[in-house]
């Protein structure tokens, strides 16, 4: 049940609310200094409300005081009948808004106060009688705005005591091919661009677990009517263990937003999301944004080179020694893969490439010895039949580490690593590689494994994906010679499928596997993600997530070892969305110099997405990122476009990490408060 219907059935009686703890919250305001808690105590009687303060907004001490509201005739409101509370302070004292419901009706009460304690009801109205939020300290031509609705959003404005005047009409409705398919008003905020109305869209996914999320929705200082822009992606989003969540405000202290919701298994939680959030305004903020470069592809198929004839692309990028050296995948008639060498001192326009394959299949996970079937569009792996493919190189001291998939010609693929001398490797000595070794169970699927070009702490770090997501793991050494050592210790998804109309989930880390049926048939990302076994196996891994509803939503990959910033570390990665997982995307994220795990800025929307006839040549909507170099402070991105092609996009890397920075943090504090 998603959280709006959910919170509908609450206030129609049809589900009884028990939040955990003493007081139950119901609305939150800033106060001067303080920040203030509308909250109903278990104990009192059914008219009586408390405020609790607060420093922080973490931590709330309830006042001596008891809180009333008188309604007309001098009786006293029951306020176990009210929720969805909404204060704001004017020029002449307090203004409130709740909703009170007596079985199946409904109707918006309106009070007024000079003392935040004794307040007085004014005349209900019923046609505004949904969740809703008054916009603080702001009139428009003297009457107070508020903004209500749970499935489409409306505006109504105070022309007399208790009564508004809305005319029906919906400013924003809930979009089904987005993440805000029904949404209500959370709060709003003023900005130097109008204010926001920051809206939940949460929904409740199973039921021990919600999706909490918020939209916002900028208006117009002049025409709060008019909307000037709404976001197509969450501003936030996570999955949560709730059995159910609430909301109660939002409210802005210093450079924080805070976002509070009810639970019912951990009580009132306080999500701080960075201030700069509100500052996105679709009319004056451009995206993060790259420039795919004229000569594009840089490489292409040479029909004259049987090893290279199909496919020259996913291009490793490494900067040595004044030139920018590539090892791509190269596809053959014969439909296997090897990697390619090329070399470029701009790092557009090659200066050599090999004549023969650079690093080619040795071991049997990579399809050596087998009779190749030969290229093929029907082939899943980019046309291609086995081999090595999708190569990812960095320097880690003396030494070029090469990481990449190795495909034995059906699945599972696999995770490989070899390594050579700087020198060798500067040489073209490619019979100096070392002696492959897989770094992933021989029955586990793996992919877009890279490697940090430092150790932190003495420790190896590395990247690689288990669907959907990015893992990150800290490894003593990279000898994986023996079986004993594998990256991706707790077990992983190897396989899904449908039986009995229910998802099939195939965890395992070889060679134990465990099979777990769940609940959830019409989606299998999110029946993985849900299952208790899987939270189970994954609770102690460092993962990088893909992010419901956003354009990231299905599967991530980093495109290669991130590079480092004076910001943190960057790293470009790929990604694709469950609205269409044909077609492959472009992101970037900024990773926390000493804990590469945790993410501290990422792209709200990509920084490319297919376009140009090369990324739809022979495979459409195929742009794949595998290498990325600075060079004179431009950041370029290497990638692979329609399976086909090595091509290019640059910024200047400065202008880059600005617009990356101003998306905002990812990472956010979210913390059960202490209330009482």
């Known amino acids: 049940m998603g959280i709006v ?9 049809k ?361 093929s569009e029907n082939n899943p792996s980019g046309g291609g039949w086995g081999g090595c493919e999708d190569p990812k190189i960095v320097r880690i001291g003396d030494r070029v580490y090469l990481t990449y998939v190795a495909m034995p010609g059906s699945w599972p693929t696999h995770t490989a690593i070899s390594s050579i001398s700087v020198d060798d490797f500067l040489n073209k000595r490619w019979d100096k590689w070392s002696e492959p070794a897989l770094m992933s169970p021989p029955e586990v699927d793996s992919k877009s494994a890279c490697l940090l070009p430092e150790t932190i702490n003495g420790q190896y770090v590395v990247f690689h994906r288990s669907w959907p997501d990015i893992i990150v793991e800290y490894l003593p050494d990279l000898n994986f010679e023996s079986d004993k050592r594998w990256i991706n210790p707790t077990p992983s998804i190897a396989d899904w499928r449908f039986k009995n109309g229910k998802c099939v989930i195939h965890h395992g880390t070889y060679p134990h596997f465990v099979f777990e049926e769940t609940d959830y048939p019409d989606d299998h990302g999110y029946a993985i993600q849900f299952s208790e076994r899987w939270k189970e196996l994954v609770k102690h891994q460092k993962r990088i997530t893909v992010r419901h509803n956003h354009w990231d939503s299905h599967k991530i990959s980093l495109a290669a070892s991130p590079v480092k910033t004076k910001d943190g570390w960057l790293a470009i990665y790929g990604a694709v969305d469950k609205k269409d997982i044909s077609r492959y995307k472009v992101g970037a994220m900024l990773l926390d110099l000493e804990h590469p795990e945790n993410v501290l800025h990422r792209t709200n929307t990509p920084i490319m997405i297919p376009a140009e006839w090369y990324e739809h040549d022979w495979k459409p909507n195929i742009i794949y990122p595998s290498g990325v170099v600075i060079v004179d402070k431009t950041l370029f991105i290497y990638y692979g476009g329609g399976d086909k092609y090595v091509c290019v996009a640059t910024a200047p890397l400065n202008r880059f990490l600005h617009e990356l920075k101003r998306e905002g943090k990812i990472t956010t504090e979210m913390r059960r408060v202490v209330v009482g």
């Open 5 to 13: 219907r959910w919170f509908t059935a609450l206030i129609q009686g």
């Open 15 to 375: 589900k009884k609310y028990r939040p955990e703890g003493e007081y139950e919250p119901l609305g939150i305001l800033r106060h001067r200094t303080k920040v203030v808690l509308i909250a109903r105590h278990r104990s009192d009687d059914h008219h009586t409300l408390r405020f609790l303060g607060s420093d922080d907004g973490l931590t709330f001490v309830p006042s001596k005081k008891r809180i009333t509201i008188s309604l007309p005739g001098k009786k006293l409101e029951n306020v176990r009948e009210c929720e969805n509370f909404s204060v704001s302070e004017t020029s002449t004292g307090f203004f409130m808004t709740y909703v009170r419901r007596s079985g199946d009706a409904r109707e918006r009460v309106t009070a007024v106060s000079d003392n935040l304690t004794d307040w007085h009801a004014e005349n209900p109205d019923t046609t505004t009688a949904l969740p809703g939020t008054v916009v603080p300290g702001y009139l428009y031509h003297n009457h107070h705005v508020l903004f209500f609705g749970e499935r489409d959003m409306h505006i109504a404005f105070l022309y007399a005591k208790g009564v508004w005047h809305t005319s029906g009409h919906a400013l924003a409705r809930g979009r089904s091919n987005r993440f805000d398919t029904s949404f209500k008003p959370l709060g709003a905020v003023q900005t130097e661009h109008g204010f926001f109305v920051i809206y939940d869209a949460s929904r409740q996914t199973s039921p021990s677990e919600s999706l909490l999320q918020v939209g916002a929705v900028l208006f117009d200082t002049n025409d709060p009517s008019r909307v000037i822009w709404r976001s197509d992606e969450p501003l936030w989003s996570t999955s949560v263990e709730t059995g159910g969540a609430k909301p109660v405000g939002v409210l802005i202290t210093g450079e924080r937003i805070f976002l509070y919701w009810n639970t019912q298994t951990s009580g009132l939680i306080a999500v701080a999301v960075p201030n700069v959030f509100i500052n996105i305004t679709g009319a004056v903020r451009e995206p993060v944004k790259v420039e795919r470069h004229d000569n594009n592809p840089i490489l292409s198929p040479r029909e004259d080179h049987a090893w290279e004839a199909m496919g020259t692309l996913n291009p490793a990028a490494l900067r040595l020694d004044g030139k920018t050296h590539f090892m791509y995948r190269a596809v053959g008639y014969n439909g296997s893969s090897s990697f390619g060498y090329a070399s470029a001192s701009d790092g557009i326009h090659i200066d050599e490439r090999g004549e023969r394959p650079a690093y080619a299949a040795r071991a049997w996970f990579e399809g050596a010895g087998k009779n190749p079937t030969g290229f």
